[in-house]
């Protein structure tokens, strides 16, 4: 019997760092106002980044933002999209 969790290896930070900051300029958050208004604080930041580095649909993501669209809402598959859209 394999007792192995079904684990997917964690990306790079500084690659999820920047996939998320790309996806909220698509769906237009401002991740800046979000902290000054205090609507996100740095440990919500980092759990957002955590989460899109364990994300399984990490690759459409990247082809997805690759010519840095404009959208209404981040797409189903995003582990974040409902704090996008709560920030939005």
Known sequence: MDT????????????HYWK???MAA????SLADAWDKGELSTADHAAMINRCRG?????ACGRLLEDK??????PSYCVNKDVFAGLK
């Open 4 to 15: 192995k969790p079904n684990l997917k290896p964690l990306g790079a930070a500084r690659d």
């Open 26 to 29: 698509a769906v237009g958050v």
């Open 20 to 22: 998320v900051t790309d």
């Open 69 to 74: 669209p404009t959208l209404d809402a981040a």
């Open 55 to 59: 994300c399984r649909g990490v690759a």
